[in-house]
């Protein structure tokens, strides 16, 4: 009964540390311009308008997150083998990552922008100055909760798994996870703000993102505090209900029936996301209505 | 022209000579492991080639629709093919791994429920930022009625583009490509770690405990890379976006099913060879 306990408890940290790396994972992305609405900041210059916004996305977030998780779980797991406290050990090596991703970080948007000379854009170093520290800092809360999530799954629920291997899995994961969700926010709802809201992004606007701010450019730290209202908590609930359902099924139900009942629980769960989903989709169509009437020959 | 109006390049039919060339690669790989290692080394190749297909055939299922995605501008997930799929994949397996004691049938279908389960929270939530922070309903851009609900299509997409949001029939896909990809990787990390189970004592004259930590690992990485080898394959293969099983992309999977396996046999064989030899 009491490992039971001890596991829920564990789970239940491990999801709440799953939800705060995936509100931080998303942000840093935004503040960053890491994810794929990265694709209109490039574009943006070549179709005339100059911003201000960062630009580092080199990589995709998932493999991104991969190597800074790793690297953070590699380390750590290093500096515990020989024998410093673990929670010193993870500071470490996130650390230690997170000055690998700000290494990143710089290059990226150097490299990326740079190569937007010939439209005109400029590489400006207040930006490079003040933003990159800011994505460090979202970095190191991903990157150190995820590692200490990873943590607690190898140590204390004995995945077999070592912990750099668990911090590359985790870290796709994580990564994957947050792009989905928030991508979609940070692209549509805020570089496009000025466009309608409750419709997609017509394909002509391409590259006419939103440049100005209240009060002069906007710059990438306004992008963050915008995407933090939604983008970063949905993916940080998103990642959080991932990490959470799988330990949770696994550790209760796993002993049950030789490893079917985590099976079992598992089809229940995704059948019951399943009519959720269903349940949102058809309450859209019904209240946001079709954008034109139906043609004849689609609905017959 | 916009890049999500582009033809692909790529068709759908199955090149002869390409396929035949890679169903020889595929013997003799196969071939060459029956002459080098023991019958448990053979058994191992095939179930990694069996994993790698599993892998190619469920990233062709997973809805992404890549940067337009993110702008409202087509139907999908907003984020890379290979990258979400090595996502929801690599999630199974860390369930499958953990559940590969209670045997090899168990943990694939752990491994598959836990992939099934990353994709189905995760293509919840988009359809949730989509409707309740953007005002903006799914609809897709490559049919006119969904063929699991039966509902209409054209006239829920907004001006300009070519649909958005997921609609069932790609969440339904995005669950199937989870669970056949974390089937898959599950395989192939359980058939290694029995190979290097077998072979890694003898190899470092230790006792089978005393190896078990090296063989997890190095089951787990080869089980992570020849998963992204076949998740980008089947990128490759897919062209940059694709909504589901109902998308007409979804019919090159054929193509990738040949390459998957050569890949995998291929990435198998050195995985095994580095112990059973």
């Known amino acids: 009964m009491e490992s039971i306990v001890f596991g829920i408890g564990i789970t239940a940290l491990a999801g709440a540390l799953a939800t705060v790396a995936g509100a931080a994972e998303d942000t840093e992305s935004n503040i960053g311009s890491q994810g794929d609405p990265n694709s209109q900041v490039q574009l943006a210059p070549q179709m005339g308008y100059i911003h201000r916004i960062f630009n580092k996305a080199v990589a995709g977030e998932p493999p991104a997150y991969g190597l800074w998780i790793a690297l953070g779980a590699g380390i750590a797991w290093a500096f515990m083998a020989m024998q410093i406290n673990p929670i010193l050990a993870i500071v470490l090596g996130c650390g230690l990552a997170t000055f690998i991703q700000g290494v990143y970080a710089t290059t990226a948007y150097l490299g990326r922008t740079a190569s937007l000379a010939k439209f005109g854009q400029p590489v400006y170093v207040d930006i490079l100055k003040s933003v990159t520290t800011v994505t460090m800092a979202h970095a190191f809360v991903a990157i150190f909760t995820t590692v200490t999530m990873c943590h607690l799954i190898n140590a204390a629920l004995g995945h077999p798994f070592p912990l750099p291997l668990l911090g590359l899995i985790w870290g796709i994961a994580l990564g994957a996870a947050g792009s989905a969700t928030g991508n979609p926010f940070y692209g549509k709802e805020r570089q496009y703000q000025s466009q309608k809201f409750g419709a997609g992004v017509p394909i002509a606007a391409s590259g006419n993102i939103v440049r100005y701010a209240e009060a002069g450019e906007r710059n990438s730290l306004d992008n963050g505090w915008y995407t933090a209202k939604l983008g970063g908590p949905a993916s940080g609930v998103c990642f959080g209900l991932i990490v959470f359902l799988e330990l949770w099924r696994t550790v209760l139900f796993e002993p049950v029936a030789a490893g079917w009942g985590a099976i079992v629980v598992g089809i229940i769960m995704i059948l019951v996301f399943a009519v959720i989903d269903r349940y949102i989709e058809v309450w859209a169509r019904k209240t946001y209505g079709p954008y034109t009437t139906p043609e004849k020959e689609a609905s017959s | 022209m916009s890049a999500i109006g582009a033809k692909p390049a790529g068709g759908a039919g199955l090149d002869t000579t390409s396929a035949l060339v890679g169903i020889i690669i595929l013997i003799v790989i196969l071939g060459a492991m029956y002459m080098l290692g023991s019958s448990v080394a053979l058994m191992a190749l095939i179930g990694v080639i069996i994993g790698g297909i599993l892998i190619g055939f469920g990233v062709h299922f997973v809805p992404v629709g890549g940067a337009p995605a993110?702008?409202?501008?087509?139907?999908?997930?907003?984020?890379?093919?290979?990258?979400?799929?090595?996502?929801?994949?690599?999630?199974?397996?860390?369930?499958?791994?953990?559940?590969?004691?209670?045997?090899?049938?168990?943990?694939?279908?752990?491994?598959?429920?836990?992939?099934?389960?990353?994709?189905?929270?995760?293509?919840?939530?988009?359809?949730?930022?989509?409707?309740?922070?953007?005002?903006?309903?799914?609809?897709?851009?490559?049919?006119?009625?969904?063929?699991?609900?039966?509902?209409?299509?054209?006239?829920?997409?907004?001006?300009?583009?070519?649909?958005?949001?997921?609609?069932?029939?790609?969440?339904?896909?995005?669950?199937?490509?989870?669970?056949?990809?974390?089937?898959?990787?599950?395989?192939?990390?359980?058939?290694?770690?029995?190979?290097?189970?077998?072979?890694?004592?003898?190899?470092?004259?230790?006792?089978?405990?005393?190896?078990?930590?090296?063989?997890?690992?190095?089951?787990?990485?080869?089980?992570?890379?020849?998963?992204?080898?076949?998740?980008?394959?089947?990128?490759?293969?897919?062209?940059?976006?694709?909504?589901?099983?109902?998308?007409p992309k979804f019919k090159r999977f054929p193509r990738d099913i040949i390459a998957s396996a050569v890949a995998s046999a291929v990435c198998g064989i050195v995985a095994i060879l580095l112990v059973a030899m």
Request: glycine share 20%; proline share 4%; with cysteine.
């Open chain 2, 70 to 247: 993110a702008m409202g501008q087509a139907p999908g997930i907003a984020t890379g093919v290979a990258m979400l799929a090595a996502g929801a994949g690599l999630a199974g397996l860390f369930g499958g791994a953990w559940a590969a004691e209670q045997g090899l049938a168990v943990a694939v279908i752990t491994g598959g429920i836990g992939g099934g389960l990353m994709m189905a929270i995760t293509c919840f939530m988009v359809n949730f930022i989509y409707v309740f922070g953007m005002g903006i309903p799914a609809a897709s851009g490559k049919v006119l009625k969904d063929p699991i609900t039966g509902d209409s299509q054209p006239e829920f997409k907004s001006q300009g583009t070519e649909g958005h949001g997921l609609p069932f029939i790609s969440y339904v896909g995005g669950v199937i490509g989870g669970i056949f990809g974390g089937a898959g990787g599950t395989l192939i990390y359980i058939m290694l770690l029995d190979v290097y189970k077998e072979s890694l004592p003898e190899m470092f004259g230790a006792q089978a405990a005393q190896v078990l930590p090296i063989a997890i690992t190095l089951a787990g990485l080869f089980a992570i890379g020849i998963f992204l080898v076949n998740a980008v394959l089947a990128a490759y293969n897919i062209t940059g976006t694709i909504e589901g099983p109902h998308d």
